[in-house]
């Protein structure tokens, strides 16, 4: 089935850290996004890219960094973990040209920074 | 800035009950999406909502969208224990296909 996967699942790191979060996908999507939820808030737009050469800020790109390497592939990187960018880390991707552009979401990757 | 308000945050309801949640947003918009989130687990894309009126219905969830009043509501209809989870609407920011996310509202069915 055409999906999206997400590595690490889980992670725990320590305060000045580089970690990378990685995510592939098999739908044939242009689009991917990386998302950010805390406890009891709603998702917040880390970083996208609507294709290969495109990358753009979203809400909260303070602190991370991205890569697409190629269709299928967008990683985040934390350069330098502190201990507030412990969150769940969702990866989605959806179809460009589509007029419902609704987004597919990974399993998500749950991050603690000590 | 585009804001997307839901309410309540947190419903408790009795299997069998009917109840409304509510999801405002602050400028126009193209499209609205409701997504359900199991505890631990990623978002599962219930409903898309392109135009005013429209009113979409799965089981016993029905949502719809009132783009004069920048309203969406889902309705939950004879609640069932199945359909706990926390159920987030989010709004398509000036068709820029960017999510513009509410803060959820968690629902407990009690049996």
């Known amino acids: 089935d055409a999906d999206v996967t997400q590595t690490p699942r889980n992670r725990i790191t320590k305060t000045g850290k580089r970690i990378m979060l990685e995510c592939s996908q098999t739908k044939g999507h242009d689009r991917m996004y990386w998302y950010r939820q805390d406890p009891g808030l709603g998702l917040q737009l880390i970083y996208y890219s609507f294709d290969v050469k495109d990358i753009n800020k979203g809400e909260i790109s303070d602190g991370y960094s991205v890569s697409r390497q190629a269709q299928a592939k967008f990683s985040l990187s934390l350069e330098s973990a502190i201990p507030n960018q412990t969150a769940l880390y969702f990866c989605?991707?959806?179809?460009?040209?589509?007029?419902?552009?609704?987004?597919?979401f990974g399993p998500g990757t749950r991050l603690t920074v000590l | 800035e585009l804001k997307v308000e839901q309410n309540p945050l947190f419903l408790s309801m009795q299997e069998g009950k009917n109840y409304t949640i509510y999801c405002n947003y602050s400028t126009t918009s193209d499209r609205l999406y409701w997504y359900r989130q199991d505890p631990g687990k990623s978002l599962e894309s219930l409903f898309v909502l392109l135009s005013n009126g429209a009113v979409k219905q799965e089981g016993r969830l029905m949502a719809s969208l009132d783009t004069k009043a920048r309203l969406s509501t889902l309705h939950i209809t004879a609640a069932v224990h199945d359909l706990s989870a926390t159920y987030f609407c989010?709004?398509?920011?000036?068709?820029?296909?960017?999510?513009?996310f509410g803060t959820g509202t968690l629902l407990a069915v009690q049996p």
């Open positions: 989605a991707t959806s179809a460009a040209g589509s007029s419902y552009n609704e987004q597919f």
């Open positions: 989010a709004v398509d920011k000036s068709a820029t296909n960017k999510l513009i």
